[in-house]
């Protein structure tokens, strides 16, 4: 008997387990949750049925407005004590009660995944009054409640504790702080030295040194190596300015110049434009697709690092930095919509850094009347340095020019019209060879032009490009969302006698690709997402190369997982064909006190096994970390351990090596050294060299000028800020009133703010609600930000009916006793300027029109309401009332604003 009633349970379980399992058809994404402004850590699961019914995780996000989660086996309990909203979901039960309310619990009211409970947005909008909206191009979930909840009650209490605020549901109004450029800034630097002794006695030594310095108004970046108090291998040098907001060297259309050791663009049927000295310019938006579907992601970091590349968030490729500084993924696949692209840098001794990229295909048209333009020179293969083992400038023979220029031009809303010219070399098809003995290049100058139709959600770029030697090529290219699909189609025709480095010389024929981006997470499970290519190229012998990519990241247990396949099938036209082909899987996991990295190659068709290699890293504590690789390939199997150790001056390391019966050790010491006008020259362990860094000023502003006067004006000591919307909780000023940032990054703005309870004086407000700057590498910003006495202003906001209007009323007998009288304006978002206009706070009125602004200060103030309010179809008049605030009080609580309406709309 016992047995069947342990049964029954079972099955009631399982039962009611199934059924709220999500349907086979949702969508599932990994996004990222604002709430009122508020951005919860990590990314979560939010799932979307095909009836578009959205789910995401409630009991995470009440927790996170610090309201009342909690769970009991099946039963969910949802609580906003301040709101006094209660829900509660019973899955066992199949039950769902609210304050007033109960009824059963259906599937379209919740779901159970992987242990989670994920409410429905309609079910949580209805009982806590939110709005929610999805972003899925940008995985982003933002919810906004209509009223506060605890955590926006403590900031406003925090603020001033005997009064009650109401936090804005908007943006907080920033104050741009620009830094111009310097004859001569705050240079960084990345050091690595290292010595090693190999098996056999012998002795070497290298050192390796990235700096960033910003002199004579530029951003130079250099980039050295060579063997210390001996030679100088390598020497590369990139100065310039960059800026995602334009305006550089004062012209605005302007985002990007550099010069020294670059890299080229790539001209549609031409080719890739190499690297080399010259220089180049960007006047275009950055983030813009360098080659529609397709674009190249490089940059500066340690030799001996390795780059991650992820693409949302997939694992596709990771690379081990070059010996020259560089690392550089090329061909990067891009999907419809904006791409959310990730650089994260892992260093031997455990560091981590990331760099963000964010490129756009469709929905970049340029705008009508507008003029984008980019172009480049350079001498390819070339440096300029280029060393030889004595550290002398080498001689080289002429290497030419390679160089190109595209402008786009806004014919329309719906036509771009583009056009390119490019100087390109391509290898002579006669295979004759040139006076070094080497294959013999030809020079060539293209000229090209393109039609950019907008077409729906649907991009769609065609092109004809000539060469002054004869012939000519067309291409078409097509990106756009198909269902849950992206699609990129491209087709490439080329001339008989067009020659071209981009057509194998003369080779080809035609080049016709097809890609598919698909997520897998409709299938109810986490199954990240695949990437489909498959390539035609067909020559004019008649021979033909098939050539497919596939791309598949996913996750397993928090373990990041990518594979990519793939393939080339050559057929002749005699019947002889051949097949090869690649098969790379790489894993890596970052998760409490482990780094986990590993990499294997396999080649198909009878090739087989290639390589594999696992590393591993373990934080013994925050300053020790012991990290382990196995190297494998058919010939050889290497072995290597080290252990780290990070001081105040830098990582020292220790390492052994055993490969092929030798063993050999190693010493190294790596640190970051920079330079900072408040702290003079200081050593670092992590590196920061190519990112940005501020000195940021947290002062009583005695006078109220916004000006930090030394003797006059009061540091404040203890103080933290928010830093992007997110609390730096173990920092705070010193006893001069100063914070010190690393490793800021240099693709978006820096916005510091306050928050409540963040300055120890709780009557101290700051004068500026927050303040943005750009950092760039090579400058340290010195960021002011003024906090003063807090005053406050306060009062009424109401709405009278016109004598008409009360006759009118006067036969709703249900509406008379609140419309007859002057009555509290609810809800209305109200406004305080500074005296020169600018915007300072918002809040809204509560039930009875009652409003306060608390972070106000001594001087002149405008309130107004927002405009385009109305109330009942009245429109509310936006203009503004001036209040003064005088030294002595600092109060004013007696500020009242009067509307009338002739009650249209009643």
Known sequence: MQRWLWAGLLALTAQAATAFEPPDDALRYVAEILLNGLVIEDYHDVLVTADETLYFPAALVLRAGEATATQEGDALTLEVASTQSRLLLDLERRALETNDSARPLTAADALLVDGQVLVAAQVMAEVFGMEIKLNAVNQQLVIKTKRPWPRDLRLARERRWDRLGVPSELETPVILQNQGYRAWGTPQADVAISWQRSGDGRNSASYNALVVAEALGLTNNVFISGEPGGDVNSVRLRSGRQSARGGVFGVA??????????????????????????????????????????????????????????????????????????????????????????????????????????????????PVGDFYSSGYALQPNTRLFDMDQAGISQPVADPGWAWGWQGDYGLSKALTLGTFVAGSHYTDPLGRVDASGGVLRVPETYYGLALRPAMGNMALEGGLVTRTGGGAATYVRLAMPLGRMSLSLTHDQYGSDYLAQDNESGLVASRSRVGFGIPLGWTGADLGAVGVSLALIRQFDKNEFLKTTLNYGHRVSGLQVGHQLETETRSSPGGAGSRTGLYRLQSSQRMGVMDYRAEMRYGLYGTGFQSATVTGLWRQNDLENIVGTVAYSPDSTSYGVGWSTSTRYGALTLSATYAGGDVSVGLGWSFSMGYSPTRGLDLRNRASAGMGLADVLIYEDVTADGIYTPGVDRPVENASILLNKRQLRDMATDAEGRIRLNQLSITEPLVISTSGGSIPDAFLVPMYPAIQSWPRPGQSLAVNYPVVESGQISGLVKIQLKPAAVDKAKDKSSREAEVLQERGLSGVLLQVLTADGRLHAETRTLSDGYFSFETVYPGRWKVRLAAGQDWYGAKLDSSSQAIELTVADGIRDDVSIRFQSDGKGL
């Open 253 to 366: 259309p302007l985002y990007d110049f550099q010069m020294g050791d670059i890299s080229g663009m790539r001209s549609p049927l031409v080719g890739q434009g190499g690297s080399g000295r010259g220089l180049r310019y960007q006047a275009t938006p950055l983030g813009r697709a360098s080659n529609f579907d397709r674009t190249v992601i490089e940059g500066d970091a340690q030799p001996g690092w390795d780059a991650e590349l992820h693409l949302g968030n997939q694992l596709m490729d990771f690379q081990r930095v070059s010996s020259n500084g560089r690392y550089r993924f090329v061909d990067v696949p891009l999907d419809y919509g904006v791409n959310n692209i990730k650089v994260v840098l892992y260093g031997p001794q455990g560091q981590v850094r990331e760099e963000v990229y964010r490129e756009q295909i469709g929905g970049s048209m340029v």
